[in-house]
């Protein structure tokens, strides 16, 4: 398994965009894309910690 440090250098965050649990919404504002697309991203492999849903944010 990839520990958390590989996988930020691997997906790093654009500037200015802090490390923080954020809802699907703002991740794909935060990323300028649609809430979609970062459903699609999370299905094929995007790391998170803990996956959101229903009134929880994504880590």
Same mark, same amino acid.
């Given at each position: 398994?990839?520990?958390?440090?590989?996988?930020?250098?691997?997906?790093?965050?654009?500037?200015?965009?802090?490390?923080?649990?954020?809802?699907? @919404? *703002?991740?794909?504002?935060? &990323?300028?894309?649609?809430? !979609?697309?970062?459903?699609?991203?999370? @299905? *094929?492999?995007?790391?998170? &910690?803990?996956?959101?849903? !229903?009134?929880?944010?994504?880590?």
């Amino acid at each position: 398994m990839t520990d958390l440090a590989d996988l930020r250098r691997l997906y790093p965050l654009p500037e200015g965009v802090e490390d923080t649990a954020m809802n699907r @919404a *703002q991740i794909a504002r935060a &990323l300028d894309v649609s809430d !979609n697309t970062i459903s699609k991203w999370i @299905a *094929q492999g995007m790391p998170v &910690l803990e996956e959101g849903g !229903n009134g929880r944010e994504y880590a």
